[in-house]
């Protein structure tokens, strides 16, 4: 039974550890961490750190397909997005573009996504 104060991450990973039998006292002592941070995270709180999932993973001996399907949801909730420009130029500009996209109209948003169409294949 889903828990309602659980995100779907935080959800498919507490059903996992009651699968495998594990508790979140049992993570936390593997993580080196509080089952508060745990909560935090499962709860929304707190954003998954770098490496979570990864590690959640391996120390539940995790399939691949379980894996990925528990770093979509992970990510699913993140507004944070990671970039790494290959040169001062890229980021400066994506700088300029992250302060303003916030401030743009629907409309903008609009055509500024239909002039980036087709980049993602």
């Not at 399939?63 to 040169?87: C, E, G, M, W, Y």
Request: positive net charge; glycine residues 4%; proline residues 5%.
């Amino acid at each position: 039974m889903a828990n309602q104060n659980l995100t779907p991450f935080g959800s498919a990973c507490r059903d996992i550890r009651i699968t495998t039998k594990m508790r979140m006292i049992d993570q936390a002592k593997q993580f080196a961490c509080s089952p508060s941070f745990i909560s935090a995270v499962e709860t929304g709180e707190k954003q998954p750190p770098e490496g979570y999932v990864q590690r959640f993973c391996e120390w539940l001996k995790l399939d691949k397909v379980t894996n990925k399907h528990l770093q979509i949801l992970a990510d699913s909730r993140s507004n944070v997005i990671r970039f790494v420009p290959v040169d001062k130029e890229r980021a400066a500009l994506a700088r300029r573009l992250f302060r303003t996209i916030n401030k743009m109209s629907p409309d903008d948003i609009r055509k500024l996504n239909m002039s980036l169409n087709g980049d993602e294949k």
